[in-house]
């Protein structure tokens, strides 16, 4: 007992704060002893009990009082609880706990001389838990319809109520709900959101994430007092160019005029590419070339069109160089010719096409070169594509040395890092042209995802625009076919709705990109994918879904996609919505839900470009390095080797390797490429694939040489084929041809298990795979080439026929019940001829003359099937005399053009394919 008074005497000899609540019993408070500080949620020091009585006189008395320490209570005589009081330097009663004897409660304290009684608003959680926490605008939250508390009571309220409904959130979603429950201050408004049947279209500031602002909207710098050519700012001006954006405005501050070498980091529509014109186009009218490089043909060709029709009224002239085949195939692909660039002052060329002209060692067709401008650099950090970028900005550094080098991006993670690397002065814009609303949407099944897509799209289309454009949707989801299905489901909600994507036949790309440009369709429905070369100026970005494929979106990823909301001169702001199922999880094997994907990008960073290249293509960088350079020394190739970001082996361990391989010869410290060499880096085969080609020329046919090197992977199952299984086995199987769905079907020999529920129809298909697909019986099947070898020797054979690829993809579901895209058939042909191209090169250094003209038999038939076929004919004629063939082409074309009809008819009744 003395210990607890002792206790209570030290709390009470400080500075403190007392709050009176009723008692259970009439004329009663409950006292509770707080620090003084009054911080939020402070627990109580101590408590005890007051009983009071009346006077005579009607005054109002302390009877008794105590405080309760260690269970026991500690009586306080009223003279010593009178000096309790008189000591508090605050005294508080809850605002939703009056005690009846208020005015004589007050009254009591006033002739003792107290600090005022106070009436505040504290947060009752609190007090039932023995805390305090007095609320105020900068706390407060409504609980529910008729409870307000502080913060974290508000928060604790928020994770029952989701509990109650079964959502689980990740750890990383809770706490960006317990922050949004701070900016909305009630917890009923943010469990609206998880409802069913939410519209966020009708409470966009419930949904609202952050707004990234426009930054500075213009320049007081004009295009007329920059030091260009008259010429060039009369053209500029005359397109309506009068005032330069701020990322513009910092290049020419950071020395873009002077010929300094840039890295740029400037989001989409912000100014970057006119950034490079301004920097070549000068040099260009003056004798020196001006080269852009993309990753894409489509952007190439892009600015091939774009710069070939402005720059003409200067003189200047614009080639390009994207080294396509000559497929004709309609209005199913578009070949772009390459021009002659030893005439061109301005050339557009992809990484590959332009590298092709230094492995051939013929850099003297290019001229001068006075500015490089190098789009999407981000691209370093690609693992296919970085070490090829890499290398050519390796080579093109150490032929040009004096040109200035122009990078630009819109996503680059520390790009103070990069620049430094590459030995660029960097100028990075944070702004944007237009400001950007992301919104963080609910959703709890799929079908709720849709509804609100069609929601959103349908509110935005209704939108016009200051500039007079209506908003218009880019919606992402996670796969082709379901890109399909939901731009099916929208136009039934009549929702006008296209799907796009590579694969498509390159007519109805464009038809589409036309709608849309014209604003005819209200959303285009696409995938990750979706290239950066297409030009589709929305105002609002949809992500139904967060995943590439089977991976989860990188923040460079979902940065580069959400860019595209909101055009410059199109729009005043650009929306994006990410639309959020709880615990989503799309397959086994991802570790994170979507939820917490959506978090974790929202509030990411994005990632560093780390450029890296495994030892064989390091080997491959440093042979194309030797064909590009006159012959020299291993010191001097060692030293420009030694410039790449991702080389992982060192150039003494690379030109062993190659010396072993046959590709190069040193003597006496001079190094060559061998011929082998040579048309190995030529046709950017590795040193390991040249080898193996020369290993196989003559013994092995050249398509099957082409297509085990080039393989057709992008086969899948038909819906109809995919159901069946899926149903038969009761379970998801792989979608993919060969993600190894053939071996998980079992010994159908035996009808047992799920193989007893299939149809005798779907037997018929896969005894078709069995004999014109996996039919090589080799001791290494199922995990050999043998059928991917098969298959595109089939489709080869069809293409021969006559078939354009949307021909062939109809054939290949009719015959096998699979689905391939006409878009990405139509690549994997162009792929194939430039790998036939390559077969042959090394071909003819195996002194395999006869292969050379086969091989052309072969490209020609590939390119040209109908053209070569009458040609066939024509010498059949000429040999049988009997005019038999002309009457059988007519027949067969006749078939082919059936086909392709029925097929087109096809296309439009089941877009949802594949």
């Not at 004709?328 to 990484?351: F, L, N, R």
């Not at 702004?431 to 609100?452: C, Q, T, W, Y």
């Not at 995938?527 to 992500?543: E, K, N, R, Y």
Request: with cysteine.
């Amino acid at each position: 007992m003395e210990i607890a008074d002792t206790d209570i005497q030290r709390i009470l000899s400080g500075s403190y704060a007392v709050v009176l609540r009723p008692g259970r019993q009439e004329m009663t408070t409950k006292i509770e002893i707080y620090s003084d500080t009054l911080r939020d949620r402070q627990r109580t020091q101590l408590t005890g009990m007051v009983e009071y009585g009346l006077r005579p006189s009607g005054l109002l008395e302390v009877l008794r009082a105590w405080f309760v320490k260690y269970n026991r209570p500690v009586y306080y005589q009223p003279k010593e609880f009178h000096e309790i009081l008189r000591a508090a330097k605050h005294i508080m009663v809850p605002r939703k706990e009056l005690p009846d004897f208020l005015d004589l409660l007050r009254d009591f304290l006033q002739r003792l001389q107290t600090t005022p009684l106070r009436v505040l608003p504290l947060c009752e959680h609190c007090l039932r838990e023995e805390r305090l926490t007095i609320l105020t605008k900068r706390n407060a939250v409504i609980a529910s319809t008729s409870e307000v508390t502080c913060t974290t009571c508000a928060q604790a309220e928020l994770r029952s109520d989701l509990k109650s409904l079964g959502l689980e959130m990740s750890p990383g979603m809770m706490r960006q709900l317990e922050y949004h429950l701070t900016k909305v201050r009630s917890v009923p408004r943010v469990m609206e959101m998880m409802s069913v049947g939410f519209d966020p279209v009708s409470q966009p500031d419930l949904t609202l994430f952050d707004t990234i602002t426009g930054g500075v909207s213009g320049s007081s710098r004009s295009f007329a007092d920059l030091p260009l050519p008259e010429e060039i700012k009369s053209l500029y001006a005359a397109e309506g160019y009068d005032r330069l954006l701020p990322v513009q405005e910092m290049v020419i501050d950071a020395g873009l005029l002077e010929g300094r070498s840039l890295l740029v980091v400037s989001s989409t529509s912000s100014g970057k590419t006119l950034i490079g014109e301004m920097a070549g186009i000068p040099k260009a009218m003056s004798g020196k070339k001006m080269i852009y490089l993309s990753p894409l043909v489509a952007l190439t060709n892009e600015k091939y069109d774009l710069w070939r029709r402005r720059y003409k009224r200067l003189g200047l002239r614009t080639g390009i160089k994207v080294g396509m085949s000559r497929l004709e195939v309609g209005d199913e692909g578009h070949p772009i010719v390459d021009t002659d660039i030893t005439k061109a002052h301005i050339i557009c060329a992809t990484y590959e096409a332009l590298d092709n002209i230094f492995r051939a060692g013929e850099t003297e067709t290019i001229g001068e070169i006075g500015t490089v401008v190098v789009d999407e650099i981000q691209n370093l950090a690609d693992p296919e594509r970085g070490p090829e970028l890499d290398g050519l900005l390796t080579r093109l550094r150490n032929h040009a040395p004096d040109a200035q080098i122009v990078a630009l991006s819109a996503t680059v993670g520390s790009p103070e890092k990069l620049a430094k690397e590459l030995g660029l002065r960097l100028v990075r814009y944070e702004g944007r042209p237009v400001p950007l609303e992301r919104h963080l949407v609910f959703a709890r099944s799929e079908d709720e995802k849709r509804n609100i897509t069609a929601r959103l799209v349908r509110q935005e289309f209704k939108r016009v625009s200051s500039f007079g454009n209506k908003g218009q949707s880019i919606v992402f989801t996670f796969s082709r076919r379901r890109a399909h299905a939901l731009a099916d489901w929208l136009n039934e909600q009549r929702v006008s709705a296209a799907v796009y994507h590579g694969g498509l036949p390159y007519g109805r790309r464009r038809a589409i990109e036309n709608a849309f440009a014209k604003q005819r369709v209200a959303c285009v429905v696409t995938t990750a994918a979706l290239g950066a070369g297409v030009d589709l100026p929305a105002s609002q970005v949809i992500f139904e879904s967060l995943t590439m494929g089977a991976d989860w979106l990188s923040n460079a990823e979902f940065e580069q996609m959400l860019g595209r909301a909101g055009r410059l001169g199109k729009h005043d702001s650009g929306k994006v919505y990410v639309i959020v199922q709880p615990d989503k999880k799309y397959h086994a094997g991802q570790e994170k839900s979507e939820d917490e994907v959506a978090v974790e990008l929202l509030n990411g960073v994005v990632e560093d470009v780390e450029p890296f290249a495994d030892a064989e293509v390091c080997v491959e960088q440093a042979l194309a390095l030797i064909c590009s350079t006159p012959p020299t020394t291993v010191k001097e190739i060692a030293r420009i080797y030694g410039r790449m970001l991702s080389c992982s082996v060192s150039a003494a361990d690379a030109l062993k390797i190659l010396v072993r391989k046959r590709m190069i010869t040193v003597s006496e410290g001079d190094v060559r490429p061998t011929e082998l060499g040579r048309a190995t880096s030529l046709s950017f085969f590795t040193p390991s694939e040249g080898l193996e080609v020369l290993r196989l020329a003559g013994k092995m046919d050249v398509i099957d040489i082409a297509v085990s090197l080039e393989p057709f992977e992008n086969v899948y199952l038909s819906t109809r084929l995919q159901g069946e299984v899926d149903a038969a086995f009761r379970t998801h199987m792989p979608t993919r041809l060969f993600s190894g769905v053939f071996s998980d079907l079992g010994d159908l020999s035996r009808r047992d298990g799920g193989a007893a529920r299939l149809a005798d129809w779907v037997y018929d298909v896969l005894g078709r795979w069995t004999m014109k697909i996996f039919n090589c019986g080799c001791p290494l099947f199922p995990e050999c080439d043998h059928a991917k070898i098969r298959l595109g020797r089939w489709m080869v054979d069809r293409r021969k026929e006559g078939l354009n690829p949307s021909g062939i993809a109809a054939q290949l579901q009719r015959e096998f019940e699979l689905w391939a895209y006409p878009g990405d058939i139509f690549s994997w042909l162009d792929s194939l001829i430039h790998t036939l191209k390559g077969v042959q090169r090394i071909s003819a250094v195996a002194g395999k003359v006869d292969l050379g003209a086969e091989i052309d038999e072969q490209i020609a038939r590939i390119e040209r099937p109908l053209e070569s076929a009458l040609s066939d004919d024509k010498d059949k004629e000429k040999v049988e005399g009997d005019g038999q063939g002309e009457e059988k082409e007519e027949v067969e074309g006749e078939e082919m053009e059936e086909t392709e009809e029925d097929w087109e008819g096809k296309e439009e009744k089941r877009p949802a394919e594949g």
